[in-house]
């Protein structure tokens, strides 16, 4: 063990927490060692973080915004007059971010971000305060002594090989020269707010409840009494025709599988009642084409349309005639391909019913679970996190380094990227709109188009894209390289971006927050183009 006890503080006096400072200058390192070797740290602590959301909740902000965040502490010797700890006692040092609050729930303890042999785990809960204090690294966990070295060696290797150890942001030891300055053994380390590592999710194996099931499951698929079809039945349509069907009357469709505004009513008109039941028919070929894949060549795919087939329409098994119906109506629009709608939909029964439920509840979770990204480390919108600083102190004797760890920061936010920091706006130069200027622009950037996209282009008009005309021009001819020039497309872009906020503002009313422009006073010549 060590001769004295150690302790790893904030600089504020004996209970403070971990200082977090927020840097805005680019050479952030250099600026706060210059800034901690002033006297009496009054510019660092200048630079504290304190950005507070409407709960009184720190707020930190990402590098997009141009804004860095460090961590300060220092080593001193609990012994009396507190005298630092010397440089050469640390062996290493470092800090980890436990998550104290997110969507799924944090524990009492928090959550670290772990990981494993072959990279990033993700967030796992931390279960008890002892597990909280465990040493970052496996390999360097202390261990209970067996009372004899092979047991212990084998225990060692257990333990190295199966439990996550925990990310950790490396701590730097303050020069010499600005740890003599300020009388204190400083350390510090950046404070990550972004990251692109993703985590494996916790397995969720039912993540819908059973309102949800209930309201995406198809009405055609259901116990009771069967959807009605007589204003669209035993007629062909194609892909065109159903849309014209849909879009006929000034109704307005819900985008969900069983929409209750697409129950015909008595009082609909013939038109009404037709649109109404196609949008319904349509969406369920939606539901199970897109969403579930029940075509493909899945095991729960054929699984669900065996059970489909288990119930019969005009004589033909309902997964043909619905396989059928998705092809023509959803998956091959534009071809002609033509679908015979049945002269009645048939009820399913209660059994029936129910086992296609079942099936559609698990390919609808595992479609969800395919199609969800894994988390990145701090893209929880509601999370909070605390820094835990911690130091290896070299032992007086053979035994191993001590292991001393700080008091946990203040809770902190990571602000989202959209949000506004206190640093000025990137500056973006638009290039003067008149010929002069815009000849002396060339083409910095090259695109490789196909001989499909480039027929498609060359034989089709804008008019014939809007009017939903456009047509496959074929595949015959070579390929082309095609030139653009970057500030021009900025420029068309910004242009654009104008009209389109100026449109949609009749809808969210934001430009006077969205867009603010003054003038450039003409003494600041170096902000104003050349050509200006």
Avoid at 136 to 147: I, K, N, S, T, V
Wanted: proline share 8%; glycine share 6%; with cysteine.
């Amino acid at each position: 063990m060590v001769s004295h006890a150690t302790v790893l503080r904030g600089l504020d006096g004996p209970s403070a927490t971990p200082l977090i400072v927020k840097r805005v200058d680019e050479d952030f390192i250099n600026g706060i060692l210059r800034d901690a070797a002033l006297p009496h740290l009054s510019k660092l602590f200048a630079t504290r973080a304190s950005d507070m959301d409407k709960a009184g909740t720190l707020r930190l902000f990402q590098p997009v915004h141009r804004v860095f965040n460090l961590v300060v502490v220092e080593a001193l010797c609990a012994t009396p007059g507190e005298p630092r700890l010397a440089r050469e006692k640390i062996t290493s040092a470092g800090a980890v971010i436990r998550r104290v609050r997110s969507s799924p729930g944090s524990g009492p303890f928090g959550e670290g971000w772990m990981v494993g042999a072959e990279g990033p785990v993700g967030w796992r809960r931390i279960t008890s305060a002892s597990e909280s204090h465990l040493d970052p690294d496996p390999e360097l966990r202390h261990l209970p002594d067996q009372g004899n070295a092979a047991i212990n060696r084998l225990v060692h290797d257990v333990v190295k090989k199966t439990e996550y150890g925990e990310e950790v942001v490396t701590l730097f030891v303050a020069p010499d020269e600005v740890c003599a300055a300020t009388g204190k053994t400083l350390l510090f380390g950046l404070v990550p707010t972004a990251s692109d590592e993703t985590g494996e999710a916790l397995p969720v194996e039912d993540p819908y409840n059973d309102s949800e099931i209930d309201n995406m499951l198809p009405r055609f698929l259901r116990a009771g009494i069967a959807p009605t079809i007589d204003a669209i039945a035993n007629q062909w349509f194609t892909y065109e025709q159903a849309e014209a069907v849909i879009k006929a009357t000034s109704h307005e469709f819900s985008d969900a599988a069983s929409p209750p505004d697409d129950i015909p009513t008595s009082s609909d008109s013939q038109s009404v009642r037709a649109a109404k039941q196609m949008h319904g028919f349509v969406s369920m070929l939606k539901v199970l084409a897109i969403q579930l894949d029940a075509f493909g060549d899945g095991a729960d795919a054929k699984k669900l349309r065996e059970l489909l087939s288990q119930f019969s329409v005009d004589g033909r098994p309902a997964d043909q005639l619905i396989a059928d119906a998705a092809t023509a109506l959803v998956l091959e629009p534009g071809t002609g391909r033509s679908v015979l709608m049945p002269s009645d939909w048939p009820a399913v029964s209660v059994k029936l019913a129910e086992r296609i439920r079942a099936q559609f509840r698990k390919m609808l979770a595992a479609r969800f679970s395919a199609f969800t990204p894994r988390a990145t480390r701090f893209d929880d919108p509601n999370a909070q996190f605390q820094i835990h600083p911690f130091i290896r102190v070299r032992s007086d004797d053979d035994c191993p380094d001590d292991l001393v760890w700080s008091k946990p920061s203040a809770r902190y936010q990571v602000a989202p990227w959209f949000d506004n920091s206190s640093t000025a706006p990137t500056l973006v130069r638009l290039p003067a709109l008149d010929r002069q200027s815009i000849k002396k622009l060339k083409p910095n950037v090259a695109f490789v188009v196909p001989k499909s996209l480039m027929n498609l282009l060359s034989c089709n008009s804008p008019k014939d894209f809007m009017d939903g005309k456009g047509k496959d021009c074929g595949n015959v001819g070579l390929d082309w390289i095609c030139g653009f020039n970057i500030p021009i497309i900025t420029l068309c872009a910004f242009i654009v971006l104008n009209i389109f906020l100026t449109l949609f503002n009749i809808i969210f009313f934001w430009l006077p927050f969205i867009k603010i422009c003054f003038p450039i006073p003409s003494k600041l010549k170096e902000l104003a183009s050349p050509e200006t």
